[in-house]
């Protein structure tokens, strides 16, 4: 058995030494098995192979050692994998994602948080390609209820994609817009997680996916709260939204309702989105209030309490920005001002400048995709290969789609 | 008696130093041992939480604390009954709860810190919503007694009428805006009808 495993570590130092990843992924694959079986000799392995050099290798190693059923001694273990994570070679790693991320949320979600942010520095060719590490992360930190480490990571823009070797999965990229708009639910960034959850319903697909199916119910009840209304998805969300999801969550066509809301509840409960619903009758609330202030200039106060229940609300809303009134406690009035910006001061013109440089961003990006789709030889081979002027319209226009999808910011 | 505006030097020194010391046990809770930080870094970091009014991440933080250290603290468990005034908006009550206990060394100047943030909060948030309002509900808003409240903004030039015992709150300036020099204006605009025109 023991030469097994030397012909093995002999082998990926010679695949790396060569450079030969695909070749080391696939010698990895098959010998799986064989690191399994001698468990007690997994040790003397890793001391035999430089994490630098040899990353995958040991990569395969920890590996094994994280799928045993029980682990006598994680500390050990995590520490080494610390260690692997911030000395490896990001080259090596990107080749292969059957890691051992997914072990680290059984006991410790929050240690896991500074590992896989590493390793997901480690596997970025740029700040803006997403990789199937962020999903974890973000799944991470919602277990762990921490959410700050993961707010760098969704703030970015995300422009690409890392391949990993033909790994990456649908499921990857659904999770990651999932795990960020809860997240982003769970801060009240209420605008930044309706985007995540419209990312995530808006993904082109030919099959339902429960992840989408869950993105969806948030996204009605998000968007409730934050406008008050279900927002209509964009038009280029795939038809399987439309006809399975929507029956599927069986919703809010009477949610403008306080008593629809109320007595949807119990169904939303059932998917764990209660706290979700009570604010969306919070806002409520709110939005009467705000709707108020356009029909009457003056509202008695004491009226305004009764009717919406909700004392002090008022005072809230001022501060919070969301209404512009004045209380005036001498007369027990609650006076409704428009709003005061006269969009003509220098914060307003400084405003704008940043828009149309974000403008000027997203034209010069798109420019750059497509020149690389342009100049790509199996574009240019089907283009050529078939007269069909039809399948070149179709590709350019999936392109458009996929560039509208982001001009839609 | 405290004036309404700030001495700038100071305050923003401070500023800087709880900004600081708020990464400091932000970093120290995620690589603590078995992911359990002491207690002092919980205290800390969520008073510098609430100091900085960020109740989702000081909620989330109250929930990931062990409950062993929940009941072992008593400290934990008042700073976060403060937390729970400032959630809900009880001015008169988050001044009462800071007054009520005795805290430690370092939870002190946070505290400090937290209840005048909140006083100024207190003060631009009447000056812009009310007109008028009771002088009583003003003094439970600030946490000073009438008499004090009253004469600190009479002397920033609001109006007080003891008879009616109203206090007219003055609307605040807008603050002033950091203006663009022209050339660069005019090199924005070239760049913009550049891309417009292309």
Redesign the interface.
Known sequence: MASALEQFVNNVRQLSAQGQMTQLCELINKSGELLAKNLSHLDTVLGALDIQEHSLGVLAVLFVKFSMPNIPDFETLFSQVQLFISTCNGEHIRYATDTCKSRLTKALPLRGVVVLKQAIDKMQMNTNQLTSVHADLCQLCLLAKCFKPALPFLELDMMDICKENGAYDAKHFLCYYYYGGMIYTGLKNFERALYFYEQAITTPAMAVSHIMLEAYKKYILVSLILHGKVQPLPKYTSQIVGRFIKVRANSTDGMSSIRALLFSLTTFARDSNTGLVKQCLSSLYKKNIQRLTKVDAFVCSCILNQCFSAPRCASVQIEDGEIYASINQKDGMVCFHDNPEKYNNPAMLHKIDQEMLKCIELDEKLKSMDQEITVNPQFVQKVRQSDNVYIYIYIYNFFLTYAWMYFAL | MQQLGINMPAAVIMEENFDKLLEQC?SQ???A???IATPQVYAQLLALYLLHNDM??GR??W??IPQAIKSANPELTSIWAVGQRIWQ?DFPGIYTTIAAYQWSENILPVMEALRESTRQ?AYS?VA???????AD?FAAFVGYSVEEAVKGVVSQGWQADPG?R?VMPKKPDPPP????PNEQQLA?LT??VA?LEN
Do not use: C, H, W
């Open positions: 932000e809770e995620l690589e041992p078995g992911g989702n991440n989330y933080l929930k990931r908006r909060r948030l812009q919503a009310y007109t008028s309002i009771a509900d009616t109203m805006v950091s203006l663009v924005r760049d913009y891309f």
